[in-house]
Each structure stands twice: as structure tokens, then as C-alpha cells.
């Protein structure tokens, strides 16, 4: 089973930037949809972005279009989220998680222990 380990959210100010990485364990996810979560508090946790085994193909959230970048390393097992222009709304523990495929972004791992990310303004 893969385990899955979030790291690089921090306490920022609006406009500022992040990368978060993910790193994984126990499998290799090389051929595998990974993706990039976020749980605000009181909210549900709702899908940022995804990228595809190979990393041709990236999906993202509307709302975070133009300011993130997903990526990965299969080399070293990471999967990367590089955060720009960040607002207040973006703050939020991030998840990755494996996925399914691209289209029904079905999460098919356990919930790491995620990262905090809080955006002031």
C-alpha cells in the first residue's frame, strides 16, 4: 500500500508563493493519475488539480487556473504543486492522493496527514 507524505505549506502573504510536494512510499506511483487536494476548515475536501502518469496532460480547478502548476518527478516518486499569486480563499490543508484516471478523479489511496497552507492578507 502507498503512503502518501505532504510537505512545504507554510504561513504566507497574499501575493506570495509556495511549491508543496508530495512524496510517496511503499509503491511507485509512476503509472498512476496523482492529484492535489485541499480541505478549508469547515469545508469539504475539494479537488486543485491532477496530472497524468506522464505528465502531458494537467487538469485544475477553475478558481486556481493561471496561479498553480502541477508536476511530477517520477524518478523520486513526487508529485510537485507550485503555487502563485496566493490568496486569502487558498487557504486550506492540501491532500495528494492517487487517482483513478483524469476524467473520474476517483481517489484510490489513503489520506496522508496533508499540509497547511494560510494565506493572510
Known amino acids: 500500500q502507498v503512503q502518501l507524505v505532504e510537505s512545504g505549506g507554510g504561513l504566507v502573504q497574499a501575493g506570495d508563493s509556495l511549491r508543496l510536494s508530495c512524496t510517496a512510499s511503499?509503491?511507485?506511483?509512476?503509472?498512476?493519475?496523482m492529484g492535489w487536494f485541499r480541505q478549508a476548515p469547515g469545508k469539504e475536501r475539494d479537488f486543485v488539480a491532477s496530472?497524468?502518469?506522464?505528465?502531458?496532460?494537467?487538469d485544475y480547478v477553475e478558481s486556481v487556473k493561471g496561479r498553480f502548476t502541477i508536476s511530477r518527478d517520477n524518478a523520486k516518486n513526487t508529485v510537485y504543486l507550485q503555487m502563485t499569486i496566493l490568496k486569502p480563499e487558498d487557504t486550506a490543508v492540501y491532500y495528494c492522493?492517487?487517482?483513478?484516471?483524469?476524467?473520474?478523479?476517483?481517489?484510490?489511496?489513503?489520506w496522508g496527514q496533508g499540509t497547511q497552507v494560510t494565506v493572510s492578507s
Open positions: 492522493a492517487v487517482l483513478s484516471n483524469m476524467r473520474t478523479r476517483s481517489v484510490l489511496s489513503s
Open positions: 496530472i497524468s502518469w506522464n505528465g502531458a496532460t494537467t
Open positions: 511503499g509503491r511507485t506511483v509512476n503509472s498512476y493519475t
